[in-house]
Each structure stands twice: as structure tokens, then as C-alpha cells.
């Protein structure tokens, strides 16, 4: 069958899905779906930079604050801007940003590509572990500034009543683009040049590539769809304050595109439905545990114990995570010498 | 800024500067045999305050229970290196360290199911929190202890680095892990020494915050940690020496920077990572190192 063909059929199938489950489904499992949707588009980009470009960054949270916050500041009626902000008097500026959803998610992940733009200059001059830290760093300079310029983020106390305009057909539909974007990334020459800055950087740099560049471009349109993704999130969640954004998110992230294989976007997307679902399912690990009979209480935190160890057991002995850095479909070809 | 708010500051900046060198040093050490960012170091300092902590609240003198804390983190150190780092000496960089940051997540998160993630009071001996008053300086007695302590430390450490066998081997690991296994050394062995030396400095550093700011909680190893392993690679990772220089100059800066600009106390705890951009836009060895491929101490 035609390839062409088959892929159109396939993503009208999933639309008509997202389309049905939006209509039909109960508000229980809509809320579930719409995470795994979102975590998806952030694993989906977070696994470029990390995966496909081999940069280890830990940076997510930052640019998913961005968009967030640039979102919700867009998205937010002038007059509910003038009520919630109890601290200090919004910026002029804050009141007069406005837009309509979709404008305002796409502003929100072009502020944070331009962001990550900024930030290649200092970070990209290194290589790994200090690359691996600086990201870090950024994350929480990020919730820093958010938490000091109440003026722009009114503060710790974050913002709310953001107009709930993400549904999952909105947060479906990004999604199916975020994977198409990078599948198209992935093998197109940008993608091949990536891949050979992750295995060999000195070697892709005598082949003429411009290793500074290739990482620039991944680390730019990883970091434009996280904050659509943090644009999604706001306003799903319809609220968002600092705290929100802090390494854990991060963390979910890692854990997510390390199961399913550092690289491969199909493994990105199967591990974001276990991870998110054993999340959900796992739920019960903060509640409280009887064991034959004996009360333990309730252990708040159960559960990251519990991912904690998933990672590091996974890194032990399955450091490939699922399917490697291969895509699903892969697995199906025929081996061609 | 007069006189007597100069040198108060002085001498908070001096013990805030230490705490950081002291962690600095687990960083830089392990960094140099391993070429590893050990995430886990800052939990590892919460570890050591923690058993300090439950060996006092169980009503042993203070002394036991700092010694208890600084053997408590060190056996931490070694098992997380046993459990975690071992089985991948031989695995991509990036393996490493994505275990690292699963142990620093784990311990965080085991501290809080265990114990609650609300801070709980430190509450040091009596000789310890004395202050005292001269020409208008208020000087509790811990911020003179601690400066002293840790430059006590830094000389027992060069010393074992620089007159001891191990300290030798530790040096020649730094430089050359496979042709040192060559020699006959037992390279695990001396990594074990290293996480043990680099955890207690860490436990003693832990111990310290507990006593200045005095409570503990189970997170309170992140931040700290992240600006301490700032402090390595400013004084140039891999350096002790530098480790120290550089955690005395973040803690003076943050002190001075607040007591200067009282609008930029909100931004304290982003100083650090200003400074290791800097660093490594202009200077990417650091104060004290040198070419970052090669070991040294």
C-alpha cells in the first residue's frame, strides 16, 4: 500500500478518535487523556534535544514555564488581570497583552525558542555533566524570576481563572503535530547531522557539519514546543503558580524518554501513556497502605520513591529503555543487506 | 556601609562560604576520579544532618551524634557508588548521570515519606550558639568554629591528597583510571575512599547549615548543593584548593550582594548560576584549574 496513503489514513483515524473521545468520554478520563497528550508533546521534544541531539539538558521546566506564563498572561481578561494581582499593580504591558488561544500558545513557544537562543551562547560552549548543570540552573533561575516580579507573574501566589480553552481536541491535535514535526526532523538532513553530533562530536565537526548550529536548531524547536505544551497546561489546569515548574516536572520527563528509549519518538509516545497511567494507577501509594491488617498511614512521596527506583533499576540493567533509539516501525522491516 | 556591619557581614560571609566549600570538595573529588557530577552530594549532606538529628533526638551528647552523622553519610556515599555507580564505570556519561539524579530524587523523596517533609528544629549545644558582643559585632560563637573547622579540614584533606599513598592513588587516578588498574591498584577501593571522604566533608557541611539556619528538611540538599558544585567550577572542578576558593567567594558574594542591594534578596539563590555562566563563557577551567581533560588536585 502506498506509504503516503497509509499515514494519511492513520492520522485521520486518530483525529477522528481525539474527536470522538472529546464528545463521548466522561470528564475522569478526558482529564487523564489531556495529560498524557501534553507530557507527550513534551517528552516528544525534550527527546530531540536529549535523545537525538545527545545534548543532556535538564532545562524543561523552564521552557514550559515560559510558555505557561506567557499563555495564561495572553489569555487572561484585562479585568481579571486588575483583580488577581494582590501584591503589586500589573506592568502596564501585562494589561495590554491579549490574545486569542491559538496566537497565545504559539507566542508562548516562540518566546521560549527565544529564550532557548539566548541560552545556547553560554551553553552549548560546554559538553555534557556542565551542560547537564547549567540547564539545571536556568530551570530554577527561571522559577526565581517568576517568584521575584510580581509585577509580571504576581509572585509565588501565580495566576489564575486563565480561561479554560484547551481541550483535547486542541491538545490531540498538537500532539499529532508535534510527532509528525519530529519524525519529519528526525530524517530530514537536520536530523541525520543531530544524530551524528550525539554519536561523535568531533568527528561531525571534521565532516563540515556545524556542530553549533545542529545543537541550536534542536534545542530551539525543543524548546518552541515545550512552551506550546506549557501553553496547553495552563490552560487546562487553569491555574499556575512557580512551584509547578520545578525540577520534578523534569524529572517526569527524563523518566519518560529514558524508558522508552533515549531517541526514538514512538518509544517517547508508549512511555508517556505507561508512565502517565502508572502515575494515575500508582496514585494509591500516597493513600493510606493496610498490609495484613496493619495500618502504615499515609506516605505522601510513595510514589516518586517508587519512580526513583524504576529510573535507576532501569538505568542498571534496560539502559536501552524500550526500543532503543529505533521507531516502532522499525521492528517491522524486513533486515535488508 | 560602616565598619561594624562590615566586618559582621565579613564573618557570615566566611561561614556561609565555607559551608559551600565544604560540599564543594565532595564534588570536585569525585568529579576528578569519576569525571561524574555526583547529584546526589547536596541529599547526601541532608543525610548526615538528618542521622546528627534522630542520634541527638535519641539522646546521645551532640559530639556522638556529629560523629554518627559524618559515619552515617559516608556509608550512604559508598553504598550509592556500590549500588548505583559501579555497575556503569563502563557506560556512556550520560547513563551516570541520569542515575545520579534517580539516588538524588530517591533519597529526597525516601526522607519524606520517612520523616515528614515539614522542617524540623535543630537545636545545637549551648557553647555553640553563645554569641558575643565586641564593638558592636554580634558573633555567635559557631560562625568563628566554622570558618576554623573547614580550613582545618582543607589541610588534613591536602594532606592525605598530597603525603599519603592513597592520596597518591586518588592524584594518579584522576590522571589515568586504566593505566592505574594497570599498576595494580585497586581502582574501586580507592573510589570507595573518595566517596567516603567527599560524603563526610558533605555530612560536616550538612551539620553546619543545621546549625546556622537551625532546622533541616529533606529538600534542603538541593539548593545548597547546586550552588556548592557552582563553587567547584568556579575555583576550577577538579581543584580542592579551588573548591575552597570558590565556595568562599559565593558565600561572600551572597552575603554582600543582600547586605549592599536589600531589593536583590530575592535573587540570592540565582547568584550561582550567574557566576557559572560567566565562568564558562570567560573562563571555562575555572580560578584554580587547569586544562579540564587532564586530573589533578
Known sequence: ?337 | MDMQIFLQQLVNGASLGSMYALIAIGYTMVYGVLRLINFAHGDIMMVGAYFTFFAKAAGLPFEVAVLIGIIGAAVVGILTDKIAYKPLRDAPKISLLITAIGISFFLENLFTVLFGSTPKAFSAPDYLTKIFHIHGIYLPISVIIIPTVTLIILAVVLWILYKTKYGMAIRALAFDIQTVKLMGIDADRIIMIVFAIGSALAAIGGIFYAISYPSIDPLMGIIVGLKAFAAAVLGGIGSVGGAVVGGFILGFTEIFVVAMFPELGGYKDAFAFFFLILVLLFKPTGIMGQDLERGRF
Open chain 1, 1 to 337: 500500500m502506498n506509504k503516503f496513503l497509509r499515514n494519511i489514513i492513520l492520522i485521520a483515524i486518530t483525529i477522528y478518535f481525539i474527536y470522538y473521545a472529546q464528545n463521548h468520554f466522561d470528564s475522569y478520563t478526558l482529564s487523564i487523556l489531556d495529560n498524557i497528550g501534553i507530557f507527550a508533546i513534551l517528552a516528544l521534544s525534550y527527546n530531540l534535544i536529549n535523545g537525538i541531539a545527545g545534548q543532556f539538558s535538564l532545562e524543561p521546566n523552564g521552557f514550559v514555564a515560559i510558555g505557561a506564563y506567557f499563555t495564561a498572561i495572553l489569555l487572561i481578561p484585562t479585568d481579571t488581570k486588575l483583580d488577581m494581582f494582590a501584591l503589586v499593580d500589573p506592568a502596564p504591558i501585562i494589561l495590554q497583552m491579549k490574545a486569542h488561544f491559538l496566537p497565545a500558545i504559539l507566542i508562548g513557544g516562540v518566546a521560549a525558542s527565544f529564550v532557548a537562543l539566548l541560552l545556547s551562547f553560554p551553553v552549548f560552549r560546554v559538553r555534557g555533566d556542565y551542560l547537564a548543570i547549567v540547564t539545571l540552573g536556568f530551570g530554577f533561575i527561571i522559577r526565581i524570576f517568576a517568584i521575584n516580579n510580581p509585577a509580571y507573574t504576581n509572585g509565588a501566589m501565580g495566576l489564575n481563572d486563565i480561561p479554560e480553552e484547551a481541550n483535547f481536541l486542541w491538545i490531540g491535535i498538537i500532539c499529532i503535530v508535534t510527532f509528525l514535526v519530529m519524525i519529519h526532523v528526525i530524517y530530514s538532513k537536520f536530523g541525520r547531522a543531530m544524530k551524528s553530533v550525539r554519536d561523535d562530536e568531533d568527528a561531525a565537526s571534521a565532516m563540515g557539519i556545524n556542530t553549533f548550529k545542529m545543537k541550536t536548531y534542536a534545542f530551539m524547536t525543543s524548546a518552541f514546543f515545550e512552551g506550546i505544551g506549557g501553553g496547553l497546561l495552563a490552560s487546562m489546569l487553569t491555574t499556575i503558580t512557580p512551584d509547578q515548574f520545578s525540577f520534578l516536572l523534569t524529572f517526569q520527563l527524563l523518566i519518560i524518554i529514558v524508558l522508552g528509549g533515549l531517541g526514538s519518538m514512538s518509544g517517547a509516545l508508549i512511555a508517556t501513556i505507561l508512565v502517565m497511567g502508572g502515575m494515575e494507577w500508582l496514585r494509591f501509594l500516597d493513600d493510606d497502605i493496610t498490609i495484613f491488617g496493619m495500618d502504615l498511614g499515609a506516605h505522601p512521596g510513595m510514589r516518586m520513591v517508587v519512580f526513583a527506583i524504576l529510573l535507576i533499576v532501569m538505568m542498571l540493567f534496560a539502559r536501552r529503555g524500550l526500543l532503543g533509539d529505533r521507531e516502532l516501525t522499525e521492528f517491522f522491516k524486513k533486515k535488508s543487506k
